[in-house]
């Protein structure tokens, strides 16, 4: 009791880590879960967990199981020949859902994409509403908004065959647009130009008006699954695409396609970037993880604030909130080495030296430029860490009563995870 | 498959390769559950070698399945036919048509006793080659998907790919040694004794395509072709057998009245 009040005193932080409850959906899982109301703009909040044998769950923030989907009913759909030629292990894998009021019911839809190849639009109740067939895999998750401005729902999605599909909210195929190479990246949406860009296999973001025009592209060194993130870096209300690649670096582009920066980590980047005034500085800080197994925070000018060390690849994307609610912010990143990390966003800044001292001492004779750089950097600091029972692949938040970090692990568990005091 | 120890050496069991004057050379035969590179220049006899081991298995009640990736399975069996090899007296199933897949492993599931099952990958590309695949398609899935599925529906003991040579086109890869490791992987974890057929350059100077097959089997048997004063003779040799203390001598190899035999003293003396 007395070292807690003494760590309130000194900003240390109090309390601890705890699992809530886990649940297991015996099957792997490969996209991370999404949090969602089930009713249009309602308060309710469930979550949705892809599998990879084809099973969508809807459940509560109990980890009680809603309802379940299992798109493998559906495999009078596919011809087996077909299936033949899907990898065995993921051939029924379902995409993360997005989740919104398709057809103005005040219900939400669940839109979700297959292995298979087939788009899957499921109703609250999880009856099936429509389907739509793609000619490959299906692999990154649908993006449902109102692209074209007329007042409905449309969803966006690339899939394996390179295309970029855009259906009405009856699943009819409004438009397609060929990206040349397969698509495994979200699409990411700007609703006031009714700008979409995309990733690519080929490495290549790619830029598409609302009546599905290209209207220009950005080549990286390798493979984009990152989803793109609309974000105004220098809080000018002017906004810039945030992505990753697998060329291991991040860049931030301007909405023409210009490059603002680019910042290369040691380590493919496999998943957003997620952004946050942490310093209050009015401007978003920039947080990812990398195969180099750091997780890193930049500035909006793409310099290195700090970088914390995982013992494996981090390829979730973090997430940043104040868990223990003491108002001030925590990045949360998931470790294929089976941690959980919960970070200072700002980092700890530590003195490299002893300014007047240790440059005298050291360096004499040459200590001008050891004089003039700054005595010290930040660097990541761990609060807490968990361990899980897998290798991590998504972090998602829920918020409540109490702040909920659900960690999704390759294995099929989900755990949910909260502060205590 | 649930990897085991073993506390002595008579726990191996193993598979005989009915070449009469190797198997005693080898310690009965290749251990179950192992993979094996068959590797060879054309003529050399790999696919003749291979169908032997799995049609001797077969009349012994075992299930065998024989992927072959480009030799039709009308030439593969005439071939066999004409070497003595008594197909009457096996339970043989031959799939050319991916549609009709499930209903001919119901066959063999149902069966009693042994059978073999040729794959003939060849005919199902010609057939499906009308019909739209998406881009993604890969023909390995359909290899890794046409033995995974009868092991499950029906079991399976023996497995031949005929050739590894053959694969390797059919499945672009860009990584070999990565997608080599994790093919062999998904083959040990199937828990069945496999054959693979490596077709080689005449000079010998590699076991496989991608110079890393050899590293990643558990065993290679080799056979040669070799010119002597404008006499050509097969050979076989066990250049590498895990588990295993084998003779790696060159034998003579020859195959008489139906079976093959690995003869000493082949060679003719260096002077």
Same mark, same amino acid.
């Given at each position: 009791m007395i070292k807690e009040v003494f760590k309130r005193l000194v900003g240390e932080r109090v309390g601890r880590i705890e699992q809530e409850w886990t649940f297991d959906a015996k099957a792997g899982i490969m996209n991370a879960p999404i949090v969602a109301s089930l009713k249009r703009g309602g308060d309710d909040k469930y979550i949705f967990v892809p599998t990879k044998d084809g099973i969508l769950y809807a459940l509560r923030p109990s980890?009680?199981?809603?309802?379940?989907?299992?798109?493998?009913?559906?495999?009078?759909?596919?011809?087996?020949?077909?299936?033949?030629?899907?990898?065995?292990?993921?051939?029924?894998?379902?995409?993360s859902p997005a989740v919104d009021d398709l057809n103005d019911d005040g219900e939400s839809e669940v839109v979700f994409g297959s292995e298979s190849g087939l788009l899957f639009a499921v109703k609250s109740n999880a009856?099936?509403?429509?389907?739509?067939?793609?000619?490959?895999?299906?692999?990154?998750?649908?993006?449902?908004?109102?692209?074209?401005?007329?007042?409905?729902?449309?969803?966006?999605?690339?899939?394996?065959?390179?295309?970029?599909?855009?259906?009405?909210?009856?699943?009819?195929?409004l438009w397609s647009l060929d990206a040349g190479s397969p698509i495994e990246c979200k699409a990411a949406f700007e609703p006031k130009t009714g700008q979409l860009v995309v990733g690519t296999d080929s490495g290549r973001l790619i830029s598409i008006s609302p009546r599905g025009k290209l209207l220009w592209q950005f080549d990286t060194g390798d493979k984009i699954t990152a989803e793109p993130v609309f974000v105004d870096l220098k809080s000018k209300g002017e906004q810039n695409i945030l992505f990753g690649s697998f060329d291991n670096t991040l860049y931030a582009l301007d909405v023409r396609g210009n490059p603002v920066w680019a910042y290369k980590s040691e380590g493919k980047i496999c998943s957003a970037a997620c952004t946050a005034d942490v310093n209050h500085d009015s401007k978003p800080e920039v947080f990812f993880g990398s195969? /180099?197994?750091?997780? +890193?925070? !930049?500035?909006? %000018? @793409?310099?290195?604030?700090?970088?914390?060390?995982?013992?494996?690849?981090?390829?979730?994307?973090?997430?940043?909130?104040?868990?223990?609610?003491?108002?001030?912010?925590?990045?949360?990143?998931?470790?294929? /080495?089976?941690?959980? +990390?919960? !970070?200072?966003? %700002? @980092?700890?800044?530590?003195?490299d030296y002893m300014p007047g001292v240790s440059g005298v001492v050291q360096q004499s004779g040459s200590y001008g430029n050891v004089m003039t750089s700054e005595p010290g950097g930040f660097h990541g600091k761990k609060i807490w860490q968990l361990k899980t029972e897998g290798i991590i692949v998504g972090l998602t938040r829920l918020t409540g009563s109490k702040e909920q970090v659900l960690i999704c692990t390759a294995n099929g568990r989900i755990s949910s995870v909260v502060h205590t005091n | 498959m649930e990897e085991k120890l073993i506390s002595s050496k008579n726990d191996i069991k193993r598979i005989r390769t009915y070449i009469e004057?190797?198997?005693e050379q080898i310690q009965g035969g290749v251990p179950e559950n192992s993979i094996t590179l068959i590797c060879g220049s054309s003529g050399s006899m790999k696919s003749s070698v291979s169908f032997n081991?799995?049609?001797?298995?077969?009349?012994?009640?075992?299930?065998?399945?024989?992927?072959?990736?480009?030799?039709?399975?009308?030439?593969?069996?005439?071939?066999?036919?004409?070497?003595?090899?008594?197909?009457?007296?096996?339970?043989?199933?031959?799939?050319?048509?991916?549609?009709?897949?499930?209903?001919?492993?119901?066959k063999v599931k149902s069966g009693k006793g042994g059978a073999f099952v040729i794959t003939d990958i060849g005919a199902i590309r010609k057939e499906i080659k009308a019909v739209k695949i998406s881009p993604s398609s890969d023909w390995l899935n359909v290899v890794k998907n046409v033995v995974k599925k009868m092991k499950q529906a029906s079991g399976c003991d023996i497995l031949i790919i005929d050739s590894l040579s053959a694969l390797y086109v059919l499945s672009n890869f860009t990584h070999p040694r990565t997608e080599l490791f994790y093919i062999f992987e998904f083959l040990r974890d199937l828990d069945l004794t496999c054959f693979l057929v490596s077709e080689t350059p005449r000079d010998g100077s590699r076991y496989g395509e991608f110079g890393v097959e050899d590293f990643l089997v558990d065993g290679v048997?080799?056979?040669?072709?070799?010119?002597?004063?404008?006499?050509?003779?097969?050979?076989?040799?066990?250049?590498?057998?895990?588990?295993?203390?084998c003779n790696v001598d060159v034998f003579s190899l020859e195959f008489e009245n139906g079976k093959f035999k690995a003869l000493y003293g082949g060679q003719p003396a260096l002077i």
């Open positions: 980890g009680d199981v809603l309802w379940s989907f299992n798109s493998q009913e559906s495999k009078d759909k596919v011809s087996d020949v077909e299936m033949m030629f899907k990898e065995d292990e993921i051939a029924w894998n379902v995409t009856s099936l509403l429509w389907r739509f067939k793609a000619g490959d895999a299906i692999r990154a998750q649908p993006v449902i908004c109102d692209i074209n401005g007329d007042g409905k729902q449309e969803i966006v999605f690339g899939a394996v065959d390179g295309m970029v599909y855009v259906l009405n909210n009856k699943g009819k195929l195969c /180099d197994n750091n997780v +890193y925070a !930049l500035n909006s %000018e @793409g310099s290195k604030i700090w970088s914390f060390e995982t013992d494996f690849w981090v390829a979730s994307s973090p997430i940043v909130l104040d868990i223990d609610r003491d108002g001030r912010l925590e990045v949360v990143a998931g470790s294929f /080495d089976h941690f959980l +990390y919960i !970070l200072e966003a %700002e @980092g700890a800044f530590m003195l | 004057g190797l198997d081991i799995a049609y001797h298995e077969v009349l012994k009640g075992k299930k065998a399945l024989y992927i072959s990736l480009e030799q039709s399975w009308y030439s593969l069996l005439n071939h066999m036919t004409n070497l003595d090899f008594n197909l009457s007296k096996i339970n043989l199933v031959v799939i050319s048509d991916l549609s009709e897949f499930n209903q001919k492993i119901q048997i080799r056979l040669q072709l070799v010119e002597r004063q404008r006499k050509v003779t097969r050979e076989i040799s066990v250049v590498k057998m895990r588990a295993t203390a």
